[in-house]
């Protein structure tokens, strides 16, 4: 399968799954089934003609021009600090689209600016999460050593599928697949201190690098390796355990006799990481060629169905790709073109240096003076 394609479809069948999953993340599973009918949300609320997305999506949209911005800062100056630092710096980037209004002074706050605070609809906020603005509200970021707090909630989770794609690009030979997992980790780990805060975060990530970068594996084959790597990762922790057995049981789950609902509730609700992740990989093992099946499944519950929905979608996305995501989970869906635009700079990376003859005028644009505008079809500015 075309690698763009996998790409495209790991973050815009995250979008599918959190926007459909938005529209009843609050909802308890009797006023899901009261107001949709027996079979749950299928088909996109509209919000005054669009399909909006929530701060999974947000935050995801950060997590991916972090990357595109470290990488380029570090070919054309040759400065490279950790990945989590350009991610910890752009979730700030963030945190100031929710707590300011729109334009922010990009001069001001270049360094955790990106091109996509530009994008007036990015200020809007969609429920974002408590523990990630408080702990960005700090001005502090959080590391694996010196953990911000004990919060295992999905927000550490639901925001880093990017940077298993980015490394799956085919540029990153040197870097380990253990190197990679502990990126997510420490993305996870700056608003989230609780182990399994992150670690279901270095899972993800090891999870989608597999399935965007293969074709021949299954959702099945891809989380049994994550949960080795994690052995092997986080081989002190006491609460690895924990997570093992319940990746477990969602892979028992997906292969046993009980409705998808039976099964969940044994997973649990979907607001801790672990959970979000068990909830996730249960419908992409179970659908696993069935995109639309998957995402129905992961966002019909009493649960945080907004997250499940859109880490499942990062799954099933990567392995199935965009062009087995049905039209009608497409049309109107908020972002569409920006989520394609990053999907592309992940794959295609930051060809310029600062030796090199080569020029690209959009991604000088977007990743060195970041005065790139770009309008969506809602734009409201
Ligand atoms: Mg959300």
């Not at 394609?5 to 973050?11: A, H, P, Q, S, T």
């Not at 980790?185 to 805060?197: C, F, P, Q, W, Y």
Request: proline share 2%; net charge negative.
């Amino acid at each position: 399968m075309d690698k763009r394609d996998k790409f495209r479809g790991c973050l815009i069948g995250g979008a599918v799954g959190d926007a459909l999953g938005y529209a009843v993340e609050f909802c308890s599973e009797r006023e899901i089934f009261a107001k949709y009918g027996e079979s749950g949300i299928s088909e996109y609320e509209l919000s005054g003609g669009k399909v909006i997305i929530s701060d999974d999506t947000q935050m995801t949209m950060f997590t991916a021009t972090a990357l595109l911005d470290g990488v380029t800062r570090g070919k054309m100056r040759g400065i490279m600090s950790g990945w989590e630092e350009y991610i910890a710096l752009e979730y700030g980037g963030w945190y100031l689209t929710q707590t300011e209004p729109f334009p922010v002074d990009r001069k001001k706050n270049y360094a955790k600016y990106s091109w996509i605070m530009n994008l007036p609809q990015l200020f809007e906020r969609r429920a974002p999460g408590n523990t990630c603005l408080s702990a960005l509200a700090s001005g502090m970021h959080g590391t694996l050593e010196k953990p911000i707090n004990d919060s295992k909630g999905c927000g550490g989770v639901m925001r880093v599928a990017p940077i298993g794609l980015y490394f799956a690009n085919g540029n990153h030979e040197r870097t380990t697949r253990l190197e990679i997992d502990l990126i997510g980790a420490k993305s996870a780990a700056i608003t989230h201190g609780h182990e399994l805060g992150f670690i279901p975060a270095a899972a993800l990530v090891h999870i989608i690098g597999l399935l965007a970068g293969n074709d021949n594996i299954s959702v099945l084959d891809a989380l049994a390796d994550s949960v080795v790597t994690m052995r092997k990762i986080f081989r002190a922790s006491q609460d690895l355990e924990r997570f093992h057995k319940l990746m477990e049981k969602a892979a028992d789950l997906a292969e046993g006799s009980d409705n998808d609902l039976e099964a969940i509730h044994k997973l649990g609700e979907g607001w801790v990481a672990e959970e979000t992740l068990a909830i996730a990989v249960y419908c992409a093992i179970k659908y696993q060629n069935d995109f639309e099946k998957a995402i129905r499944a992961a966002v019909n519950h009493n649960g945080d169905s907004d997250s499940t929905g859109a880490v499942c979608g990062n799954i099933l996305g990567a392995k199935l790709g965009l062009s087995n995501i049905p039209q009608k989970y497409k049309d109107n869906l908020e972002f569409y073109d920006v989520l394609t635009i990053l999907a592309d700079d992940l794959l295609d990376d930051c060809q310029m240096s600062e030796y090199g003859d080569y020029y690209d005028e959009a991604w000088d644009a977007k990743y060195i003076k970041k005065t790139y505008k770009f309008k969506t079809e809602y734009q409201t500015v």
